[in-house]
């Protein structure tokens, strides 16, 4: 069997007030669960949710993973933009060229994101959230492809990139090199076994596969942490 991509979890210092700004950007739903904290309900199909949890280390360097968001227009990329900018978000710096199409932008939090150009072939019939684009290796993408049973749409030059075989985003990663890691990842995924699965089973195919536990007892709080070949952490949720 093969996990569940349940949500992409933020860590952040206000998760209502950040679950308000991705709800008024993407147009999810917002959720206050007591099980699982803020929740985005995605009303497109997206196959997953967002979640906000309270964590109080701050924000330390670039984030390894963000959201890629899709255009139809100049126009549309350019509401886009703007609402973002309205809900609270910034204009950020990480390197781009300015005759780059894709706009950079981060949440209130600090959390980087791009609004992508129209035209964009790779990121066609994706939706709105066109990609969660990762720093990542070739390997860490081969990894997730069987964990999550996601083919591979994309293996070349040691940049990976699967998609759910029912479509939606697409998660990618760019190769070697990798940026340092700084602490914690303050985005990672929530894993949960289909069904009602066996955690246990889940956690020990998922270490079959090269990822390791990085933290013990944690089922009595109702997960697993875990970390990919690149170090990256997720959990294993209880059966949902």
């Known amino acids: 069997m093969t996990c569940q991509l349940f949500a992409v979890?933020?860590?952040?210092?206000?998760?209502?007030?950040?679950?308000?700004?991705?709800?008024?950007?993407?147009?999810?739903?917002?959720?206050?669960?007591?099980r699982d904290g803020v929740v985005l309900l995605p009303g497109d199909g997206t196959g997953f949710r967002i979640r906000f949890v309270q964590a109080q280390e701050q924000k330390v360097g670039q984030n390894r993973m963000h959201f890629d968001l899709t255009s139809?227009?100049?126009?549309?990329?350019?509401?886009?933009?703007?609402?973002?900018?309205?809900?609270?978000?910034?204009?950020?710096?990480?390197?781009?060229?300015?005759e780059e199409g894709h706009v950079v932008l981060a949440d209130p939090e600090?959390?980087?994101f791009?609004?992508?150009?129209?035209?964009?072939k790779f990121l066609a019939d994706c939706g709105f959230v066109g990609a969660l684009a990762c720093?990542?290796?070739?390997?860490?993408?081969?990894?997730?492809?069987?964990?999550?049973?996601?083919?591979?749409?994309?293996?070349?030059?040691?940049e990976t990139a699967i998609q759910s075989p029912h479509g939606g985003p697409k998660i990618t990663?760019?190769?070697?090199?990798?940026?340092?890691?700084?602490g914690r990842n303050r985005v990672h995924f929530d894993l949960a076994p289909p069904g009602h699965g066996?955690?246990?089973?889940?956690?020990?195919?998922?270490?079959?596969?090269?990822?390791t536990r990085i933290d013990t007892g944690q089922e009595e709080?109702?997960?697993v942490a875990m970390a990919d070949p690149d170090g990256n952490e997720f959990c294993v949720l209880a059966p949902r």
């Open 9 to 34: 979890c933020f860590d952040a210092s206000q998760p209502l007030p950040l679950g308000r700004f991705w709800s008024g950007l993407l147009g999810w739903e917002m959720a206050d669960d007591p």
């Open 173 to 182: 990663w760019g190769g070697p090199p990798l940026m340092p890691k700084a």
């Open 198 to 211: 066996d955690r246990q089973a889940e956690v020990d195919g998922l270490l079959s596969l090269g990822a």
């Open 221 to 223: 709080v109702g997960w």
């Open 135 to 158: 720093d990542g290796s070739q390997e860490v993408g081969y990894f997730w492809s069987e964990a999550l049973g996601w083919p591979l749409v994309w293996d070349q030059n040691q």
């Open 114 to 120: 791009c609004v992508i150009e129209p035209g964009n």
């Open 72 to 98: 139809t227009s100049l126009e549309d990329q350019q509401r886009t933009v703007a609402r973002a900018l309205g809900l609270g978000g910034q204009h950020i710096d990480v390197g781009q060229r300015p």
């Open 110 to 112: 600090g959390n980087e």
